[in-house]
């Protein structure tokens, strides 16, 4: 049993059935080189069990391969913004809160209008209904999601997303520094594993600006290797804030007004 590691929950509170399907979608990607994922060996609405990642300390050197490794997964493309994992639709659920995919029929042409509504816009209004931000800040959220919607920030993927002819990137969608976990199992050709997806059809930046936003180790060499092996487009540094957004609003959805100041000033930089 110490080699399992069991996760429960209720339909009502979150999406283990979603969180399995999106690792499995991810691990396709490991041969190819793409990042590992944890095993997945049962799951249903209630249980999720995974093989257990023995755990190890930060290197360069594994940073610089997940930096390789990260640019492949998202090279490996999904068919449209917002798409979910093979096998699962939905929204991904903590607790009271939602983070939807979208249908092939919904699906918007570019990424702006992906972002602006099923991920600004979608925070935004739990948000609201949580008390967390008031009308004011709702109406000037409005403002950048307007700008969004009409293309105002869209950029070409990285250059292995784009030369695999993927519009698209196959992304984690919650790749805070938490959920990548240094491993010292020998049998991990990168060092690290993936964890605790919400994983979509997204802009590839969106995963680099997680990894950015709480902190994480090795982090100049993680993104400098991704940028010589998958050249990001031109100000990339500028739009890491932008990218920031949608969590920043998400934990202000689950966790109150404590977030409201700091996500508030990421949407003035860019309203």
Not at 70 to 94: F, K, M, S, V
Not at 202 to 223: K, N, S, W
Not at 239 to 263: D, I, K, N, W
């Amino acid at each position: 049993m110490d080699e399992l590691f069991v996760k429960h929950g209720t339909p009502e509170t979150s999406s283990l059935e979603g969180e399995a399907a999106a690792l499995r979608w991810l691990s396709e990607a490991e041969p190819a080189g793409g990042m590992p994922t944890v095993e997945v060996l049962a799951a249903s609405s209630v249980e999720l069990v995974e093989k257990r990642v023995s755990i190890g300390a930060p290197s360069a050197a594994a940073a610089d391969r997940v930096g390789v490794a990260l640019a492949i997964t998202h090279a490996a493309g999904a068919p449209w913004w917002g798409a979910p994992p093979t096998g699962w639709e939905g929204a991904y659920r903590i607790r009271r809160s939602l983070t939807p995919t979208v249908a092939e029929c919904d699906a918007p042409d570019a990424w702006g209008a992906f972002f602006a509504e099923w991920r600004v816009m979608s925070y935004t209004r739990q948000a609201r209904d949580a008390g967390a931000i008031t009308r004011e800040e709702v109406s000037l959220v409005e403002r950048l999601a307007t700008r969004l919607e009409n293309g105002e920030f869209n950029v070409p993927q990285p250059g292995l997303v784009a030369s695999a002819g993927n519009q698209v990137a196959r992304i984690h969608g919650d790749l805070w520094s938490g959920n990548l976990l240094w491993t010292s199992d020998s049998g991990n050709h990168v060092g690290a594993t993936l964890i605790d997806p919400m994983a979509h059809g997204g802009h590839a930046e969106t995963d680099l600006a997680m990894l950015a936003l709480f902190g994480c180790p090795f982090l100049d060499r993680i993104i400098s290797v991704y940028n010589e092996v998958s050249p990001l487009a031109d100000g990339w540094r500028e739009r890491v804030r932008l990218h920031q957004l949608a969590p920043l609003l998400h934990h202000c959805a689950l966790f109150g007004r404590s977030y409201a100041s700091e996500t508030m000033a990421v949407v003035r930089a860019y309203a």
